[in-house]
């Protein structure tokens, strides 16, 4: 008797103390777990699909982003509805650790999308997006636009549309890019035909399209076609000049890569890429590597150190559903990386800051935008 008190006796500390150690563990375990987690830095002002991000850093260091709000993966008007699709914009003087709330930018009738932003040599902010006004059946479904501002984003011009040699379909998803003698070259892909968005036959396939202007982006003119008759469809192109003066560019679908050796007036026989390069984004660093984001398993990056003659496996950012990633280089060799994730219900806008060691990546954080 005297022995099973003696016992009880010890063995209740015993048992209260592991589960003490049992609740400790959890607790930092949790904690860990909720600090790896996203956090929300803002409260989904501009409606409850937002999607679609890109970012520019500007000489001043500044961090511009647009993204596309809406209800939907598509908004279109509707009646008694204020969240069509829009573009929206939000800054960050903190390389991204807080932004300020987002604003709307544009919103004009139709459902305004896929948003990219960029500074000329001369100061000047570019934004070009896309309205999409409804079904392919429609004469014209989609039409590309720019807007400008010469004071910072203070200002900006009213909405042009640019120029296109398609009859139905004209589509961007990639930011203007600057060559080293200051011409502008503007991604953009689409197709003669209203035909359905996966339709795979000769002539209804889309092709990419790379327009020039030589005025800071006022003007755009001379559309010069990556390879006018694809074997596959050839979306969404993402344009890079490279440290030796060529072009490359990377485009969707069964994933595809084209170089030019002349400023883009004439492009190489577009050849297969690592993956299928959805939604591609190009980036060289300070150190010469190549970084292309994508969507493949989610939000994922890969590598090429030797100038895109070969590329490493996708490594994986964010495993959610979504992408439409877009990359810019912070001091110290970090790389800070915008993308979308599908919530259900909406989707919010992500933030990845991360650093390349040769062909591996090490993320440091990751934050819920929106």
Not at 53 to 71: H, I, N, S, T
Not at 84 to 111: A, E, N, Y
Not at 152 to 168: A, H, N, Q, R, Y
Not at 292 to 300: D, E, F, L
Request: net charge neutral; glycine share 8%.
């Amino acid at each position: 008797m005297k022995d099973h008190m003696k016992h009880s006796k010890m063995s209740y500390p015993m048992s209260r103390l592991a589960l003490i150690v049992v609740f400790v563990v959890a607790l930092l375990a949790a904690v860990a777990v909720n600090a790896a987690e996203p956090r929300r830095i803002s409260h989904n002002e501009s409606g409850s699909y937002e999607a679609f991000p890109d970012v520019c850093r500007l000489a001043d260091g500044e961090l511009v982003a647009v993204f596309y709000a809406g209800y939907g993966h598509i908004s279109l008007p509707r009646p008694g509805s204020s969240k069509d699709g829009r573009i929206c914009i939000m800054r960050s003087q903190d390389d991204g650790r807080t932004w300020s709330k987002p604003q709307t930018l544009v919103d004009l009738q139709g459902d305004d999308r896929d948003p990219s932003i960029m500074q000329t040599s001369k100061g000047t902010l570019i934004c070009n997006f896309m309205t999409f006004y409804g079904r392919a059946e429609v004469p014209v479904s989609f039409i590309v636009r720019v807007i400008r501002s010469t004071d910072g984003g203070k200002t900006w011009s009213e909405p042009t549309v640019v120029p296109s040699p398609f009859k139905t379909v004209t589509a961007t998803s990639s930011p203007v890019i600057e060559l080293t003698d200051g011409t502008l070259l503007m991604p953009i892909y689409g197709r003669d035909t209203p035909s359905r968005y996966n339709e795979d036959k000769p002539g209804l396939r889309d092709r990419s399209v790379v327009l020039r202007s030589a005025d800071d982006g006022k003007t755009w003119d001379a559309p010069v076609f990556i390879d006018d008759a694809p074997e596959v469809h050839l979306q969404e192109p993402s344009l890079l000049q490279l440290d030796d003066g060529r072009l490359l560019c990377v485009m969707r679908r069964q994933g595809r890569q084209s170089f030019s050796e002349d400023g883009g007036l004439t492009w190489s026989k577009p050849e297969p890429f690592a993956h299928r390069a959805d939604c591609p984004y190009l980036l060289q660093t300070q150190d010469g590597l190549l970084l292309c984001a994508t969507r493949s398993g989610g939000t994922s990056v890969t590598v090429s150190t030797d100038r895109a003659r070969s590329w490493s496996k996708p490594m994986s950012i964010d495993r959610g559903p979504g992408a439409y990633p877009s990359m810019v280089e912070l001091d110290n060799g970090r790389i800070l990386c915008l993308y979308y994730v599908e919530e259900r219900p909406g989707s919010r806008i992500r933030q990845a800051v991360f650093r390349v060691n040769g062909e591996t990546i090490t993320c440091e954080s990751s934050t819920l935008l929106q």
